[in-house]
């Protein structure tokens, strides 16, 4: 890129770069020019004739640079919506994704708004799950864990940046951390890619052990079933999220670990994306 170039320019230029890489050229680039300009995205059809210095050309053409080899946009600008809340997200954190928002409607339509439950996000990673149930559910403790002590730092910050007071965040593996405390609702966006599974080469930005769990992707899930058991309240809920193609599997193990009511929601592709199951 040439130094002094317009926003068109340096938009369209930007745009071609990107677009084998993102399924969202346009807005990616748009995103991260506003970013490199500190401005708000509106300007830049606002003063499509404005020229960039030499500074702002180098900034925008470094994160272009990283978006053509792959990195997630959410890295690059370092926040990513979730819940319609801005989440600080790093490397050690995986992306939040719009298909948890359904997890958590699922844990929503479960806890009537004056019952104040005990709420439990294992593998909390950025927080997304936990502050999301925090936020719609400010009378409800909500526990969250994370075995990474660098993803729950990030998910204690989201907390704190959106004023949510009523989360605890516990370091650990899975259920470790909560022995001998019992939970009304415990919810999980697990690992559940199979760990041979050629998605991974996509995702390989983001930390493959919140991604990739055992040959079969179901290594964490099964885990999780029988572990749960013994800190859910008589009639509690266990909601979790899983892969395209998982929820027969995932129902099988939760019905063998002794959970009742196994029920599924799809997501918004119609793919059944989230079992739930009663104690
Ligand atoms: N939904 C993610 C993906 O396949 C996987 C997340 C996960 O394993 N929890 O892009």
Redesign the pocket.
Known sequence: MNEFVKIEVALADAVERLTPVSESPRLDAELLLARALDVPRSYLFAHPEDELDSAAVKRFSTTIESRTKGAPLAYITGEKEFWSMTLMVTRDT?VP?P?TEILVDQVLVRIPKREAMKVLDLGTGSGAIALAIAKERPICDVTATDFSAAALAIAKENARQHSLPNIEFLLGDWLEPVAGQMFDIIAT?????PSEDP?LER?QHEPLT??ASGADGLDAIRRIAVDATSVIKPGGSLLI?H?DEQHAAVAEILQEAGWKEIGVTNDLAGIPRVTTAVR
Do not use: H, K, Q, S
Request: hydrophobic share 35%.
């Open positions: 995986l994704r298909e966006n697990p690992p559940y890619v998605d995702l919140a991604l999220e892969g």
